[in-house]
């Protein structure tokens, strides 16, 4: 099995594998009953932050203050007090804890041996220091409490972005990205061990954990290897690589290369029309065709020459010759083109074998049962179908989903509905119906723009017909995957290339386009 495999991307391995704290301590228990010592995976965690910091120019230049903690987060933090002090580096150490586990005790003791210097009292939340934060690890389960909340929230005022934390933030949970108490440790990076957590890429977490670094530590494949198979999987820019090729053969002409109708915009939103078809013509699409308001029509040939107009998806033969529809980008509680005698547009699409993919007020209109009852038409459709709400969308179709972890939400939704989703945010998360599930890891947080779902809708679909004419088996969620994992990578590239004031949906479709 190859990163390229269309089922089995990208790799299960250590860089993209997210897990819940409790797995990776029963992974870190294996190791310890296989013969591993304790002491060993420590000073291995250890090392690797300690050379992450001291390879950081001017990181240290004012010292480090290393806050302890009583368990084995507390030993890590020793460790990296121990190799930053003998590589020269001015280090502290407080803990405002009374009694430690033995491992980190003994580690207290050398440092005291070697010299370092103990603070008797409080820190001051305003000295220069470098805080590296190892108060508490992966294991939290209660607010750190009021005084230590309160030290947090004052460095975070007086000193932004002068704190590291080790594994997770102080006061964050690692498998939900939820505060424990009233506050957190603010990181200006934190350093993930071995594994990603789960909690550490939720939206509600990134404010916490600021640049999120995995260190590897060497685990072994076979372990890893036992972790269940729909263990959610990090995406992140390189693995843009090794997605599975879409490419048609290079003899086949334009309807060998997708055959895409948008069904987009209003009268209230003719641009959606618009950055829904810019999105469908960066995907590479052989053949694109738009039902879209009259006021965009009248235009389009001026904008987007290659788009040919109509017919209308309710009307016969419609459908025949497509690979693949999206529908509702600015949409409106009705079609622009649906009248009292339209014909019956749900009852075509569900009856449709290619690929259906339903964006915004097509997923409102769907919620509202204007097709009848929203789960039982999804199951009961022909062909494949991608769903991309954002959160208010998703709340709708599946409200009793919608207060639930976002990747448990979108698997639940998937395996209930039949279709494969993109539940849309600052780190979005895709899931298939057969439990499989992928967390994009980085994002512009700049392209957070009305109309930037148009064009990844728009993308997506047209990524989708590309791959049922290339041959790929139609709806398979990796393109899915694979399509919102290049729209959040061009939002980083506009970003990089134009400033994050022009992370606009047209910068994204141009950047897609390239």
Not at 354 to 380: H, S
Not at 415 to 425: C, M, P, Q, T, Y
Request: net charge neutral; glycine share 12%; hydrophobic share 45%.
């Amino acid at each position: 099995m190859t990163s390229s495999d269309p089922i089995h991307w990208p790799l299960r391995d250590a860089a993209h594998l997210l897990v819940r704290s409790e797995q990776m301590a029963q992974l870190e228990q294996q190791l310890f009953d296989s013969g591993l010592p304790v002491e060993a995976l420590m000073e291995k965690a250890a090392l690797t932050i300690s050379a992450r910091l001291l390879s950081e120019p001017g990181a240290l230049r004012e010292g480090a203050l290393v806050l302890v903690g009583p368990g084995h987060n507390g030993g890590d933090a020793l460790v990296v007090a121990r190799e930053l002090h003998l590589a020269g580096v001015k280090v502290r150490l407080w803990s405002p804890f009374e009694r430690q586990k033995p491992l980190t005790a003994s580690h207290w003791r050398h440092a005291l041996w070697l010299g370092i210097e103990r603070l008797s009292s409080t820190p001051d939340p305003a000295g220069g220091a470098l805080w590296i934060d190892g108060l508490f690890g992966i294991g939290q389960r209660r607010p750190p409490g009021e005084a230590i909340e309160t030290l947090l929230a004052e460095r975070a005022r007086l000193r932004p972005g002068r704190l590291v934390a080790i594994d997770t933030p102080t006061g964050l949970c690692a498998d939900s990205g939820r505060l424990l108490g009233s506050w957190a440790a603010r990181a200006r990076s934190t350093y993930c061990l071995g594994l990603i957590k789960q909690g550490l890429v939720q939206d509600r977490a990134l404010a916490w954990v600021g640049q999120l670094e995995r260190l590897d530590l060497g685990l072994p494949a076979a372990l890893l290897a036992k972790l269940p198979a729909d263990q959610p999987l990090g995406l992140g820019g390189p693995d843009q690589a090794s997605a599975p090729p879409l490419e048609p053969a290079p003899e086949v002409a334009k309807y060998g290369r997708g055959r895409l109708l948008v069904v987009s915009g209003s009268a209230a939103y003719p641009g959606a029309a618009l950055l829904s078809l810019l999105g469908a013509s960066a995907s590479g699409c052989g053949s694109l065709r738009a039902a879209v308001p009259e006021r965009v029509a009248q235009q389009l040939w001026s904008l987007l020459p290659h788009v040919v107009l109509g017919p209308a998806p309710g009307e016969p033969g419609a459908l025949e010759r497509l690979d693949a529809l999206l529908i509702g980008p600015g949409l409106g509680p009705a079609a622009s083109w649906e009248g009292p005698d339209s014909p019956p547009l749900w009852g075509a699409l569900q009856g449709f074998s290619g690929l259906v993919v339903i964006d915004a007020d097509g997923l409102n209109q769907l919620a509202a049962g204007v097709a009848g009852e929203a789960m039982a038409w999804l199951q009961a459709r022909r062909g494949p179908t991608w769903l991309t709400p954002h959160g208010g969308e998703f709340a709708r179709l599946f409200p009793d989903l919608a207060g639930d972890a976002p990747l448990e939400a979108a698997a639940a939704a998937a395996e209930r509905s039949g279709a494969s989703l993109v539940l849309k945010g600052a780190r979005s998360v895709i899931a298939a119906p057969d439990g499989r599930r992928w967390q994009l890891l980085e994002a512009a947080p700049e392209a957070a723009r009305a109309g930037a779902g148009d064009v990844l809708a728009g993308f997506a679909a047209g990524r989708g017909a590309v791959a049922i004419a290339a041959g790929s088996s139609p709806g398979e969620t990796t393109t899915l995957a694979a399509a919102a994992l290049a729209h959040a990578q061009a939002g980083l590239a506009a970003r990089r290339r134009l400033g994050a004031g022009q992370v606009t949906p047209q910068a994204l479709a141009a950047s897609l386009t390239h």
